[in-house]
């Protein structure tokens, strides 16, 4: 009887073992029960022996022997069924989950021997301040920031949750971290120690959106981050190549990108200032879609013109930064040919700024063609803006500098090729306040500056005509005193208008005197 409740006891056993193998908590329970078994036999069989001393050595043996046979064959009936029971289960997990309301999405960190992108996609995604600031109280969060990078980062703690919402649907993230269980498979693979995946729970109902629109948000946001953070390069053609002087096949040679011109500290007109925004938008955030639909190549040039000084170059500097895109200055007259000037476009990456400036100064670009292969002609620098090659990385921009537009090319300016004209103009008053706020952090609300002082320069500044680069010469050297800034500008601003009137009228007399000396010249001739 004891024997035979022994085996019912180690089959009950068997069972929780077979039932809930994939079970934590109950792999715990588990590994007590087995202790207590193993206790429990081990005493059962003392006694079992000690009952019996009084038989004799022939029949005790035998008995010890039934009683392992039998204890052995119930291992292997165990086994058996663990080995039959996984399918089992994973049938029965089907049948529950079809009544749950809610859908389970695992997102692991390796996709067989290679990275999964969405699962950093979305370790990315979580660690935006959005989901920082949505995250629960009691969610543990560690804080860190990259190198070379100003933002800092969150990033979710090993077996944490966090919530998310998109188009107003709740959703649950799970990080979960397991040690991985390595085997020598593959020995020249080396796998990280531990396993980890996120677990995206959501109702069922919510399948299509999360399916066609949620993930595809992740990855958005996901590039939008690593844009953010990650260092940015300003490129230039030098003469002989670039890397190629050191062994590698790039034309180019790159420096870090800190130029801190942004639209905020721009100086030009505000109205102006906003349509270029707008523009640029419209093309980074909007524009794949709409250039495939019309078969266009996913680039668009920008013309800026206008005298010297006026903020051509902090201009582009401020739509690299806006953009988060890569610059590359692009220096013409250290070209030889048009072949070698399709090999540097080839070699720019997507989400940069193509740059060339003073292109009026660069070279001569009025004929088409050229007899000779030892220079770039007009023809080429047309194919390198529009042409079959121009779609040589998606989502780039080409800008376009110049003091003289009359001297460019039409076929060089034409839309299509510069799609905006942007015309840099003189300081007006609207730039000359931004510069205030700027050099002087002058508050237009506030109440200690001299109102007409401000009136005056908004009556003077369109007659004096000029740049923000010489206003900002005279507030940098008067800063340290704002109302002594003020007064110099001022004062700049009516004598270069007085200068202007009198130039102005000189060239009337000069006008006015040459048509006099025609109109005789034509009345003699009538005598």
């Given at each position: 009887m004891n024997l035979f409740t022994t085996y019912s006891n180690y089959l009950l056993y068997g069972l929780w073992g077979i039932f809930f193998p994939l079970q934590?908590?109950?792999?715990?329970?588990?590994?007590?029960?087995?202790?207590?078994?193993?206790?429990?036999?081990?005493?059962?069989?003392?006694?079992?022996?000690?009952?019996?001393?009084?038989?004799?050595?022939?029949?005790?043996?035998?008995?010890?022997?039934?009683?392992?046979?039998?204890?052995?064959?119930?291992?292997?009936?165990?086994?058996?069924?663990?080995?039959?029971?996984?399918?089992?289960?994973?049938?029965?997990?089907?049948?529950?989950?079809?009544?749950?309301?809610?859908?389970?999405?695992?997102?692991?960190?390796?996709?067989?021997?290679?990275?999964?992108?969405?699962?950093?996609?979305?370790?990315?995604?979580?660690?935006?301040?959005?989901?920082?600031?949505?995250?629960?109280?009691?969610?543990?969060?560690?804080?860190?920031?990259?190198?070379?990078?100003?933002?800092?980062?969150?990033?979710?703690?090993?077996?944490?949750?966090?919530?998310?919402?998109?188009n107003g649907v709740s959703l649950q993230w799970h990080h979960i971290v397991t040690p991985r269980q390595l085997h020598n498979t593959f020995p020249w693979r080396i796998f990280p120690e531990h396993k980890r995946k996120f677990t995206l729970k959501f109702k069922k109902q919510h399948k299509s959106l999360?399916?066609?629109?949620?993930?595809?948000?992740?990855?958005?946001?996901?590039?939008?981050?690593r844009r953010r953070n990650q260092d940015r390069y300003l490129f230039t053609n030098p003469r002989g190549g670039g890397d190629s002087l050191r062994g590698?096949?790039?034309?180019?040679?790159?420096v870090p990108f800190k130029h801190p011109s942004t639209f905020e500290t721009l100086a030009i007109d505000p109205i102006k200032k906003q349509e270029i925004m707008e523009d640029l938008q419209d093309f980074a955030k909007n524009g794949k879609l709409f250039y495939q639909r019309t078969g266009r190549a996913w680039n668009r040039g920008y013309l800026l013109y206008g005298p010297p000084g006026t903020g051509k170059s902090s201009l582009i500097a401020a739509m690299a930064n806006f953009l988060g895109f890569d610059m590359y200055d692009l220096e013409l007259t250290e070209v030889q040919n048009n072949s070698e000037l399709k090999t540097l476009l080839m070699k720019t990456t997507a989400k940069s700024i193509v740059v060339i400036?003073?292109?009026?100064?660069?070279?001569?670009?009025?004929?088409?063609?050229?007899?000779?292969?030892?220079?770039?002609?007009?023809s080429g620098l047309l194919n390198f803006i529009d042409g079959l090659w121009s779609c040589c990385g998606s989502e780039k921009i080409f800008v376009f500098t110049t003091n003289h537009i009359e001297k460019l090319d039409p076929a060089l300016v034409r839309s299509g090729r510069m799609d905006m004209h942007i015309f840099m103009?003189?300081?007006?008053?609207?730039?000359?306040?931004?510069?205030?706020?700027?050099?002087?952090?002058?508050?237009e609300e506030e109440e200690d500056w001299d109102g007409s002082v401000l009136k005056e320069m908004e009556q003077s500044i369109e007659k004096a005509e000029m740049s923000a680069a010489d206003i900002c010469e005279i507030l940098i050297k008067n800063r340290r005193e704002k109302g002594r800034a003020m007064r110099r500008v001022?004062?700049?601003?009516?004598?270069?208008?007085?200068?202007?009137?009198?130039?102005?009228?000189?060239?009337?007399?000069?006008?006015?005197?040459?048509?006099?000396?025609?109109?005789?010249?034509?009345d003699t001739l009538k005598l």
């Open positions: 934590f908590p109950l792999l715990i329970l588990r590994f007590f029960l087995e202790l207590s078994l193993s206790l429990f036999l081990f005493l059962h069989q003392n006694f079992y022996v000690s009952k019996q001393s009084s038989l004799s050595s022939t029949q005790n043996k035998k008995k010890k022997m039934e009683y392992w046979s039998t204890m052995a064959s119930l291992l292997g009936l165990i086994a058996f069924l663990q080995s039959l029971f996984p399918p089992i289960l994973t049938f029965s997990t089907a049948i529950f989950s079809s009544f749950s309301s809610y859908i389970y999405f695992d997102i692991p960190d390796i996709d067989g021997f290679n990275t999964n992108e969405l699962y950093t996609a979305v370790q990315l995604y979580l660690t935006s301040s959005l989901s920082a600031a949505s995250a629960n109280p009691t969610t543990r969060l560690s804080l860190t920031r990259p190198l070379n990078s100003t933002a800092l980062t969150f990033t979710l703690q090993n077996n944490a949750s966090i919530s998310d919402e998109f999360i399916l066609n629109s949620y993930f595809d948000h992740i990855l958005e946001k996901a590039n939008e981050l590698c096949n790039n034309p180019w040679v790159a400036e003073d292109i009026d100064c660069s070279l001569n670009l009025s004929n088409r063609k050229n007899s000779r292969n030892d220079s770039i002609t007009l103009s003189f300081c007006s008053f609207a730039a000359l306040k931004i510069l205030l706020r700027n050099y002087l952090d002058w508050d001022l004062e700049a601003l009516k004598m270069r208008g007085k200068k202007k009137v009198a130039i102005n009228g000189a060239s009337r007399k000069e006008d006015q005197n040459e048509e006099c000396e025609k109109k005789g010249l034509k």
